[in-house]
């Protein structure tokens, strides 16, 4: 197997709340799990886009853990490298909307399976070929083991001439945000590319306007940017351009996912050596499709769908 794509980070179920609005202190209905977690959710896509990927993780050894490993085996993602741990639980993550589009996480991450990826797994044979190595900001945030396991998967990539994606994928309800932008510095000074949110972009660079954050961001060492601007579409920012591209006008019904998957776009875009404005518009369409139904992965488009929106 010629695995292009490897992810590392945490695996898990979302459960969520049912309805808009309900506050995660209160009781009432959920519905899930579903199958979860930023680095799953990219590799996942990555692999229904028609690029072989991989994904570096730890479930614990129960019925969570075994939905998340079926579902990513059935889209084609390589699991030889995720741990099923006896001694540990699968993360859960539950999640509540709110009618200003603004959410809110309860984790069960560091305690649980997700949080113990062991630093063996890291496998030098395993990560050699690979052309791009992904990594997102809330696996930096779980603890400090996932950190080191992060950077030492960097580190091999990049000795091995592969490129390193990076979504910082804050999660201020983990870590300050000061504690945010010391860890994920050692992956920006390394990457190729970095896919922040709006919010993301401010909160690294302490700029209150995205665009100037994102000019900054290019002198943290990333030689692209590309801003995800939700609803808006996305901009790419290099030393020499800023690219506007407008997105796909869908009905939004979950928009948790999106990010990753158009991250996955962007990747496989890139490894097609696209120009920068044709990826952006490829990773906008993965995204878009990807709202469209409730669960941060159901909605995960294939190759022939994208194709599709495109061509619409
Ligand atoms: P998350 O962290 O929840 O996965 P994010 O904040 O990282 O998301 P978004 O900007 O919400 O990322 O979404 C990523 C991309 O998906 C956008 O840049 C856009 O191309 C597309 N997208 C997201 N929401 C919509 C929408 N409502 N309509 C059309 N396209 C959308
Ligand atoms: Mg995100």
Same mark, same amino acid.
């Given at each position: 197997m010629n695995i292009e794509v490897v992810s590392v980070g945490e695996l898990l179920v979302e459960v969520m709340r049912?309805?808009?609005?309900?506050?995660?202190d209160t009781p009432g209905t959920f519905v899930g799990p579903f199958a979860s977690g930023a680095p799953a959710i990219f590799a996942d896509a990555v692999a229904k886009l028609g690029v072989q990927s991989g994904i570096i993780g730890s479930v614990g050894k129960d019925d969570f853990g075994k939905l998340i490993l079926e579902r990513l085996n059935q889209d084609g993602?390589?699991?030889?490298?995720?741990s099923s741990l006896k001694d540990y639980t699968t993360g859960v993550a539950f999640v509540t909307y709110f009618s200003d589009g603004s959410r809110k996480f309860i984790y069960h991450l560091p305690q649980a399976a997700s949080g113990?990826?062991?630093?063996?797994?890291?496998d030098k044979s395993y990560l050699s070929g690979v052309k791009y190595l992904h990594i997102m900001g809330s696996s930096l945030s779980i603890n400090e083991q996932c950190q080191k396991v992060c950077y030492k998967a960097v580190e091999i990539v990049k000795n091995s001439g592969g490129k390193i994606s990076f979504d910082? !994928?804050?999660?201020?309800e983990l870590l300050s945000v000061e504690k945010i932008r010391q860890i994920c510095q050692p992956v920006l000074s390394s990457c190729e590319v970095i896919l922040p949110s709006e919010d993301e972009a401010k909160m690294l660079t302490?700029?209150?306007?995205s665009l100037t954050a994102c000019k900054e961001l290019l002198n943290f060492g990333p030689k692209i940017v590309i801003l995800k601007c939700g609803a808006r579409g996305s901009v790419v920012f290099t030393p020499n351009e800023k690219i506007e591209v407008p997105s796909f006008k869908v009905k939004e019904v979950?928009?948790?996912?999106a990010g990753d998957c158009f991250d996955a776009g962007v990747v496989v875009g890139m490894l097609r050596g696209w120009d920068l404005r044709r990826v952006a518009k490829f990773a906008n369409a993965v995204g878009a499709l990807t709202?469209?139904?409730?669960?941060?992965?159901?909605?995960?488009? !294939?190759l022939d769908q994208v194709n599709h929106l495109l061509a619409g």
């Open positions: 049912e309805k808009v609005g309900q506050p995660l993602v390589d699991i030889t490298h995720v113990k990826i062991s630093l063996d797994q890291i910082p !994928n804050l999660r201020p302490g700029n209150k306007d979950d928009p948790t996912g709202v469209g139904k409730k669960g941060p992965m159901e909605g995960t488009p !294939n």
